[in-house]
Nanobody, 124 residues
Framework: QLQLVESGGGWVQPGGSLRLSCSASGRSLDGYAIGWFRQAPGNEREGVGCIGSGDATIYNTDAVKGRFTIARDNAKNTVYLQMNSLKPEDTAVYYC?????????????????WGQGTQVTVSS
């Protein structure tokens, strides 16, 4: 059973940066697509970006507009979400999820495994 754990969340001022980690145990992430999602209070879960099994990436450009980058470290069985130029509207619980077929998608219903989430708060 694949288990995912997010870390790296916290409080940051507007314009700051954070790097979130999605660490896997139980199975190798090789072959999985890993997506990052976020959910703010009162909002639906929103796809932020995804890295496919071949390391192709897609992003929700309306939401992140080149500010966020996803990278994979297979040796550490970890996927990262680098977030720069953070804005108050980026405040949310951030989740990583794994899709077993390695397909890049921002549709949360297509993901098979989820982490518990990590809080990101952007405020002055």
């Amino acid at each position: 059973q694949l288990q995912l754990v997010e870390s790296g969340g916290g409080w940051v001022q507007p314009g700051g940066s954070l790097r979130l980690s999605c660490s896997a145990s139980g199975r190798s992430l090789d072959g999985y697509a890993i997506g990052w999602f976020r959910q703010a209070p009162g909002n639906e879960r929103e796809g932020v970006g995804c890295i496919g099994s071949g390391d192709a990436t897609i992003y929700n450009t309306d939401a992140v507009k080149g500010r966020f980058t996803i990278a994979r470290d297979n040796a550490k069985n970890t996927v990262y979400l680098q977030m720069n130029s953070l804005k108050p509207e980026d405040t949310a619980v951030y989740y990583c999820a794994a899709e077993i077929h390695g397909i890049t998608t921002l549709l949360p219903d297509l993901y098979d495994y989820w982490g518990q989430g990590t809080q990101v708060t952007v405020s002055s």
